[in-house]
């Protein structure tokens, strides 16, 4: 994904907080989309993508290709979630979902090694084919349903039942949903908590309206 154009990213820790959690519901968005339309985005799932692979990466911004607005649907449904704006709940659920997802993750080592071998060879992948390419997602998809799923604690997506059962989307839904919990494990890298956003729901607003929309 080609980043255009580079901008710093933010220094505060709850602003780089807020930005990876834009992330999560950046994911968390892609996958009510597709479950209910069959499109999502296109941006915003490079985006994801991107970040999924991006496990080495030379800057906080490198993560998300270098400009906040790669997040501005995540940006945009969290800054509603944060002033109760939304009206759809499955999003709500899928992101906070997540959160609790990566919670489990960090508990058990044993899967954490699994994921960053794995995601090595996907890498592979993605520098042969492309990173959205279906082969890439195909194993992104397939490593969350051998990793992440495996949890008593499942995330069930809602949706038409037709779309969900097309042509890789099961796989692409699987992909949103890493890399969700990704952008989770960057949150909580931050500081980010979740006895915290209660706490901070006024700062975390006010990082979230900082990042213009250019």
Same mark, same amino acid.
């Given at each position: ?15 780089r907080?807020?930005l ?26 490079n ?11 030379e800057?906080?911004?490198a ?9 501005? &649907?995540?940006? *945009? #449904? +969290? @800054?509603?979630?944060?002033? =109760? ?14 959160v609790l ?20 060879r996907?890498?592979g ?17 397939? &490593?969350?349903? *051998? #990793? +992440? @799923?495996?949890?008593?604690? =499942?995330i ?39 006895w915290k ?18």
């Open positions: 994904m080609t980043p255009t154009p580079i901008q710093s990213a933010p220094q505060s820790a709850v602003a907080q807020a990876a959690l834009a992330g999560v519901f950046q994911a968390a968005a892609v996958v009510d989309e597709m479950a209910r339309t069959g499109q999502c985005d296109e941006r915003a799932w985006t994801l993508i991107h970040a999924t692979l991006e496990t080495n990466p800057s906080f911004a993560i998300y290709g270098g400009h906040h607005n790669n997040l501005r &649907l995540g940006i *945009d #449904t +969290l @800054s509603a979630v944060m002033d =109760r704006q939304r009206n759809d709940p499955a999003v709500m659920r899928y992101g906070f979902s997540l997802l990566m919670q489990k993750l960090r508990k058990d080592d044993a899967m954490l090694a699994s994921l960053g071998e794995r995601l090595g996907v890498q992948q993605a520098q042969h084919f492309g990173e959205t390419h279906e082969n890439v997602i195909a194993s992104l998809g397939q &490593l969350y349903q *051998d #990793t +992440l @799923s495996t949890f008593r604690y =499942r069930v997506v809602q949706g038409d039942p037709s779309l969900l059962q097309s042509r890789m989307m099961p796989e692409r839904v699987r992909a949103a949903l890493l890399t969700g919990v990704r952008f989770a494990l960057l949150w909580h890298q931050q500081g980010g908590r979740r956003l209660l706490l901070q729901r006024q700062s975390i607003k006010k990082s979230l309206n900082a990042l213009d929309d250019r």
